[in-house]
């Protein structure tokens, strides 16, 4: 252990820190158990009351993401707190988190379904499914195909994100952005449905149908996005302590309770 690493105060230094810390490492297991995550790809989310944010071990496996493999760390990419090192892409997050103060959480994965909407000439991914609304206002993609190492390409990302929820990134990936990690989470999972239901509309050999302007408007008049939230997340947190991907230590700080999931209005 470096002197370093010795002198950081310990992991989690305040409650609010540590359930930042255990929901992100939640949701790095359970986007790796949707195969939205595999062998690469992070999540990072920030703290709140803190100029910080956490994110994993750059070389911890995704599926065994813990608070022992989790960092703290400030927004010029200073480890705070935790021993290990951030992964080599941190400037995706870094930049992101500066450029945009309404996110909460960022993922960036490899995930191939979404690549291949980057290699198909005159083919873009369009919202599709009723959830896919969240995605309205476009789905850019980053021209640069390498790795995000340098913070001039995590500023030309974050450009390219601009004020958007979704960005992909030409040969290589996407990142999502949302209001709290189990938002991003929610959002994950309509994203794979949504670019899973054009490419089968594509592989059917049909002209992919849009959802409509007028279309996305009726399905946001119905929305209830944190209830939504809530009960997908509900849902996913206990299949997979069922399943042992998350541990039955986390169940209580993780699974919402009767008075959470209550819905907030009717319709
Ligand atoms: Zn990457």
């Known amino acids: 252990m470096s002197v370093t690493e010795i002198s950081r105060p310990a992991r989690g230094s305040n409650s609010t820190t540590q359930q930042t810390i255990l929901e992100t490492a939640a949701t790095t297991r359970l986007l790796e158990s949707e195969g939205i995550l595999d062998y690469s790809g992070h999540v990072s989310t920030r703290i709140p009351g803190r100029d910080a944010f956490v994110i994993q071990v750059g070389s911890t496996s995704r599926a065994e993401v813990s608070p022992d493999s989790m960092l703290v760390v400030d927004y010029d990419g200073n480890v705070l707190e935790g021993d290990g090192e951030p992964p080599s892409e941190l400037p995706i997050h870094l930049e992101i988190l500066r450029a945009r103060p309404d996110v909460q959480s960022v993922l960036h994965s490899h995930m191939e379904l979404a690549i291949a909407f980057t290699m198909m000439e005159g083919v873009k991914l369009l919202p599709m499914r009723a959830r896919a609304s969240r995605w309205k206002s476009g789905i850019p993609i980053d021209p640069d195909p390498s790795h995000i190492k340098l913070p ?3 500023r030309a990302l974050a450009r390219t994100l601009g004020p ?3 960005v992909l990134m030409r040969a290589h990936g996407l990142c999502l952005v949302a209001e709290s990690a189990q938002a991003l989470f929610v959002d994950a999972v309509h994203f794979k449905e949504n670019a899973t239901a054009q490419m089968q509309a594509l592989q059917a050999g049909a002209k992919p149908i849009p959802l409509s302007e007028a279309e996305i408007a009726q399905i946001e008049k119905m929305e209830m996005r944190e ?4 009960k997908l997340w509900n849902y996913y947190v206990r299949k997979a302590l069922d399943q ?3 541990p ?3 169940r209580d700080e993780l699974v919402p309770t009767n008075e959470m999931l209550k819905r907030d209005r009717a319709l």
């Open 152 to 154: 001039e390409q995590g």
């Open 227 to 230: 209830w939504h939230i809530k």
């Open 164 to 166: 958007h929820h979704a």
């Open 248 to 250: 039955q230590a986390w």
């Open 244 to 246: 042992e991907v998350l």
